[in-house]
């Protein structure tokens, strides 16, 4: 048969070269595809249905603390970007411009949106004039373009799919308690949903968003030792509100400019998943975002009665509020199993003439191969119990493998000889808060400030760089 001549590809180790082996999985389980724009990409149908799941569990929780979802325009008068200085001298490097409508050149060039922080600060002064107009819980899920240089699917790519927070307040208070509240949404929800432990902290200033008084961060640790920034969350105080002249009246009816904040998270959250708990074998899914939940395959489907009990489970599996997919294609079982693990599929139900006889089918978790033999009629409790196994058994992989990676040094050499030792890693280490020892300590050891974590740590009196005095204890590594 035509499936028996089918093979699933092999993929490179993630130890022969993980960059590699990250781009064989984005291609190999049909996540996505390359295209003749350089530096975009498709995104595949599997690789999508990840991302719908990941944007109804945040939108579930932006709603829950009272967010209104908006849409912006995609382009953005050159104007309009000019008005808050530090922010477009940030962006100004990846800005792509539009130039011509049809074939008439514009009278002034359009920005396309890399962020929407102008347009939103357009918007609010034409709906914000008194206190009672605040606050404005706004968020938007959309595209954004920046010309990066380097390209790499789903880490770093010229237009990618994300969600842009943007809420406006009356004081001070209310927009920094707003700015640390959704960067704990953003941490409860790479924890709890994609199984992904992440550090939080404070961005240090020369490392902060375009235009931000404060930028708060999420850092996750890869499997190789490097970090990615999974989501932020950015203060603005009132520099945006006075570059764009909104004012509302207070209580007292007295002008007073609002404050804003700003919080996002894309579809580099998909590359995350990949690179923390993915393995030699494929894609490795957390539960909760997995297109399949269970893949039903059938055992000897040539026999009679298996195909249409195999097509009986699942549908009782979907009935139950599992995501759940029988494969009855003439491919072989060995094949399939290939094919699901490739894809990260968390369980995989098989059942055949012997199981069918015993009331029983065999559960296969695909974090780590383990097999149970279950009775059908038990499939409500173990299916769930097996994914929770799931998604604790690959946070607590996830966890160890960022303990054994993080190190506490005292001093640059020590930094430079634990990495030459163990390879990358978070580093955690005193700072003076001095820009030009921050900057020393990336060009000597190579690792750079991640964030400053919200601990009272502290793990010497001294800079790692200096030796002066000092007064942060700072998460260094090498980032995607």
């Not at 607590?396 to 030459?420: F, G, H, P, Q, S």
């Amino acid at each position: 048969m035509a499936g028996n001549k089918m093979k699933v590809d092999q993929i490179t180790s993630m130890d022969e070269d993980f960059a590699k082996w990250y781009t064989d999985i984005c291609k190999k389980a049909e996540l996505i595809e390359y295209t003749s724009v350089k530096g975009c990409m498709v995104i595949r149908p599997y690789g999508y249905a990840i991302w719908e799941n990941i944007q109804k569990e945040l939108d579930s929780r932006f709603k829950k603390t009272g967010h209104e979802n908006v849409c912006m325009p995609m382009f953005i008068p050159e104007s309009l970007l000019q008005k808050e200085k530090d922010h477009v001298e940030g962006f100004a490097p990846e800005v792509a411009w539009v130039t011509h409508g049809g074939t008439e050149p514009l009278e002034e060039r359009l920005c396309v949106r890399p962020t929407s922080e102008t347009l939103f600060c357009e918007h609010y002064k034409n709906i914000v004039h008194s206190y009672r107009d605040l606050p404005k819980l706004y968020n938007q899920w959309v595209s954004v373009v920046r010309w990066e240089k380097t390209t790499r699917p789903f880490l770093r790519s010229r237009e990618f799919l994300w969600q842009e927070g943007h809420t406006i307040h009356a004081t001070a208070e209310e927009a920094i308690e707003e700015t640390e509240k959704m960067l704990n949404v953003y941490a409860d929800f790479c924890e709890d949903v994609l199984a992904m432990p992440v550090v939080k902290g404070k961005k240090t200033e020369s490392d902060k968003f375009a235009g931000a008084v404060s930028t708060y961060a999420i850092e996750a640790l890869m499997h190789d030792g490097k970090a990615l920034q999974a989501g932020t969350s950015h203060y603005f105080g009132d520099g945006f509100a006075k570059a764009f002249d909104i004012q509302f009246s207070d209580k007292d009816n007295k002008k007073a400019y609002p404050h804003q904040t700003s919080w996002g998270v894309t579809t580099r959250l998909i590359g995350a998943i990949i690179m923390t708990h993915g393995d030699n074998n494929g894609l490795v899914l957390p539960p909760a975002v997995a297109p399949i939940q269970v893949v039903v395959v059938p055992i000897a489907a040539h026999k009679e009665g298996v195909v249409e009990k195999a097509t009986k489970v699942c549908e009782t599996i979907k009935q139950l509020g599992f995501r759940a997919k029988i494969d009855d294609s003439d491919n072989s079982p060995g094949w399939k199993f290939a094919e699901y693990e490739m894809k990260g599929v968390p369980l995989r139900l098989e059942i055949g003439p012997r199981d069918i006889e015993n009331n029983a089918c065999v559960l296969v978790t695909r974090h780590d191969g383990e097999k149970e033999v279950v009775s059908l009629d038990d499939l409500a409790t173990k299916i769930d119990e097996k994914l929770k196994a799931v998604h604790d058994g690959i946070y607590k992989k996830a966890l160890e493998n960022r303990e054994n990676r993080t190190y506490a040094c005292t001093t640059m050499d020590e930094i430079k000889e634990v990495l030459a030792k163990n390879g990358d890693g978070f580093v955690k280490a005193m700072w003076c808060e001095s820009e030009e020892c921050e900057d020393k300590v990336k060009e000597i050891t190579g690792v750079g400030s991640r964030c400053i974590p919200f601990t009272d740590e502290k793990i010497s009196d001294k800079c790692v760089c200096c030796g002066k005095p000092a007064k942060k204890l700072v998460y260094w590594g090498k980032a995607y």
